[in-house]
């Protein structure tokens, strides 16, 4: 029995991961700003702060340890160098929530090695402010590049799932069903996903089960273009999509990238982590969100 500490865990595949833990029977703590409230009951510890505030942070945590800390809200180089100082000494492995974004657009899958974040320069300017590309890319290089414990960023693609409060597939599905108009400027570039059911079960692996250190690529087996994902909205729905290249911002599509953005996953594979295929869930949670948006859930 490991004692865990999630940062960020009540909701979304954060949620999936402390569920995951504890029935697993890990000792879980969960650290909150304390304005969601969780399902877990006497099942785990709470500790309430705000992450971004180094004191408070410090203050929660005090002189506890834990054997392995998950953050999944880190999105500065602040935020990390604080966390870097506070769990000095407190945990032997530290994994932190990153994301596809540190890559640029690219035909061709992205491997770790093409951002180098161990080897980056880290921007200690307290007042700075980032883009959420280059704060998770910061956030990798303060993690990576500090020798107190053992390290990995997990580079996850758009996670999707029944409970994702950004409603990004809401978006897409809702307006297939509504005849509206949805926005892609490039339907011909391919994605990569992963579902939060699936995330979770691969945070538990890297933090648990495997000793990978540096920035990790996780997501679905295969990769979908958007005109097939919306095709396969038109099979699930029953409705025909409206898809333009241009038009108003409001009827941009969340997934509309100018370019394919898809990551090479070999290096979990090789260390024993086998992901789901898209199409064994995607086809299924679109059915799931469109009985939604029709009250049907």
């Not at 949805?182 to 691969?202: C, G, Q, Y």
Request: aromatic letters at 10%; hydrophobic letters at 40%.
């Amino acid at each position: 029995m490991a004692k865990v500490l999630v940062i960020g865990g009540t909701r979304f595949f954060g949620k999936n991961l402390v569920e995951l833990l504890l029935h697993r029977g890990n000792d879980v703590t969960l650290l909150t700003r304390g304005q969601t409230n969780d399902p877990f009951g006497d099942n785990i510890q709470r500790l309430v702060a705000d992450r971004t505030d180094e004191s408070a942070l410090q203050q929660a945590i005090g002189d506890q340890r834990y054997d392995i800390v998950y953050d999944n809200i880190c999105y500065t180089p602040r935020e990390a160098l604080a966390a870097c100082r506070i769990f000095s000494g407190k945990t032997e492995r530290y994994i932190v929530t990153s994301s596809l974004s540190v890559y640029s657009f690219g035909s061709e899958p992205l491997r770790e090695s093409d951002v180098d974040t161990a080897h980056m320069a880290i921007n200690h300017d307290a007042d700075a402010t980032f883009d959420y590309a280059e704060g998770k890319r910061q956030v990798e290089a303060v993690f990576l590049q500090q020798n107190d414990f053992s390290a990995a960023a997990v580079r996850f693609p758009i996670v999707l799932g029944p409970n994702d409060y950004t409603k990004r597939l809401h978006f897409h599905v809702g307006r297939v069903l509504r005849g509206q108009t949805i926005v892609i400027p490039n339907p011909d570039a391919k994605m990569n996903f992963i579902h939060e059911e699936e995330a979770a079960r691969f945070l538990y692996w890297l933090g648990v089960d495997s000793e990978l250190t540096g920035p990790v690529n996780a997501r679905s087996e295969e990769e979908i273009t958007l005109v097939a994902l919306m095709n396969e909205i038109e099979r699930q729905t029953g409705c025909r999509a409206v898809v333009k290249s241009k038009g108003e911002e409001s009827d941009q599509s969340p997934f509309g990238v100018p370019d394919s953005w898809i990551m090479d996953t070999s290096l979990a594979f090789h260390e024993g982590f086998r992901f789901y295929r898209l199409s064994e869930w995607l086809p299924e949670l679109i059915s799931y969100v469109a009985a939604e948006e029709k009250g049907e859930q």
